[in-house]
């Protein structure tokens, strides 16, 4: 059931990525973009739990840990990420941006969550190399430099974030947390868009910004039902499902073709991935 849920996360989460870059290329502001998609994705949370006449609030605790998982770690990982898609192609991106799995498990072990292993170096190598193929084979034209640094820079953000909500959030559904975070994060980032540039939605990106919406709130209550079961780093594996959703809706609806030396190397950084979170044993627990 964890996997099941985690996959069906990174299938959300793909193709909101192309959603995203499309919004991208259209020049809407990372704030109003990212914004109204956490704020939507909020919204629909708490609707489907009222709907169910579920608890709207995670357990004592924990709501302040949700909202500031938002509002701190969502919203920086996803404006970096939504910035990342501005400078080059979906499926480039995607394919960097999952060097995160391999980045979750060295917290883990810094952290003695996980025992180090031998698989740790190869499966670091692995994710090293693609990373450097999917930028040599793209060039400008698949990616800018800038891209490169900030899909590196999201990967970070976002592997801190999963190892956080793992540690920080244990006893919440999956919903009231996912509806907390989603909100944390809209409240931030519309917050800093009306102090800065202003608020302003264009009609012909309504469409994209309420599939974007829907799709993440889909992801999130998947995500926080999968953490629990599988922990941080096997449900980063089991998400790099999430770069070849990207690639191929990439292709098929952006018209972004993903070279052969690029998808070497995205294999590489999904190989790496599941190398190193398959192969580390979870250490003993603290006395």
């Known amino acids: 059931m964890g996997s099941l849920c985690a996959l069906g996360a990174a299938t959300s989460f793909g193709a909101n990525v192309v959603t995203q870059r499309s919004l991208a290329r259209a020049q809407?502001?990372?704030?109003?973009?990212?914004?109204?998609?956490?704020?939507?994705?909020?919204?629909?949370?708490?609707?489907?739990?009222?709907?169910?006449?579920e608890p709207l609030r995670p357990v004592a605790g924990e709501r302040m840990r949700a909202a500031l998982l938002g509002i701190v770690g969502y919203a920086t990982e996803a404006g970096v990420f939504?910035?990342?898609?501005?400078?080059?192609?979906?499926?480039?991106?995607?394919?960097?941006?999952?060097?995160?799995?391999?980045?979750?498990?060295?917290?883990?072990?810094?952290?003695?969550?996980?025992?180090l292993t031998v698989r740790l170096a190869v499966s670091?190598?692995?994710?090293?190399?693609?990373a450097v193929l999917v930028v040599v084979a793209g060039g400008e034209i698949s990616i800018s430099a800038t891209g490169v640094a900030l899909a590196l820079a999201s990967a970070c953000c976002f592997s801190v974030?999963?190892?956080?909500?793992?540690?920080?959030?244990?006893?919440?559904?999956?919903?009231?947390?996912?509806?907390?975070?989603?909100?944390?994060a809209s409240v931030a980032l519309l917050v800093v868009g009306a102090a800065t540039a202003g608020i302003a939605v264009p009609r012909d990106t309504v469409g994209r910004l309420l599939l974007s919406g829907l799709t993440t709130a889909v992801a999130f209550a998947l995500?926080?039902?999968?953490?629990?079961?599988?922990?941080?780093?096997?449900?980063a594996v089991v998400m790099t499902m999430e770069a070849f959703v990207a690639v191929t809706l990439g292709a098929l609806l952006l018209?972004?073709?993903?070279?052969?030396?690029?998808?070497?190397?995205?294999?590489?950084?999904v190989?790496?991935?599941?190398?190193?979170?398959?192969?580390?044993?979870?250490?003993?627990?603290?006395?």
């Open 271 to 287: 190989a790496g991935a599941a190398l190193v979170a398959t192969g580390t044993a979870k250490a003993p627990a603290a006395p």
């Open 28 to 53: 809407l502001p990372v704030t109003t973009a990212l914004g109204v998609r956490f704020g939507i994705a909020s919204v629909l949370l708490f609707a489907v739990l009222a709907l169910r006449r």
């Open 124 to 130: 670091l190598g692995l994710a090293s190399t693609g």
């Open 223 to 235: 995500l926080y039902a999968a953490l629990p079961l599988l922990g941080a780093g096997p449900t």
């Open 255 to 269: 018209g972004e073709p993903i070279a052969a030396t690029q998808l070497i190397g995205g294999v590489g950084i």
């Open 161 to 184: 974030y999963l190892v956080a909500s793992n540690r920080l959030i244990r006893r919440s559904p999956a919903l009231p947390i996912g509806a907390w975070v989603a909100g944390g």
């Open 82 to 115: 939504y910035l990342a898609l501005g400078e080059g192609s979906a499926g480039a991106v995607a394919l960097l941006f999952y060097a995160y799995p391999s980045l979750v498990v060295l917290i883990e072990v810094a952290l003695r969550d996980r025992g």
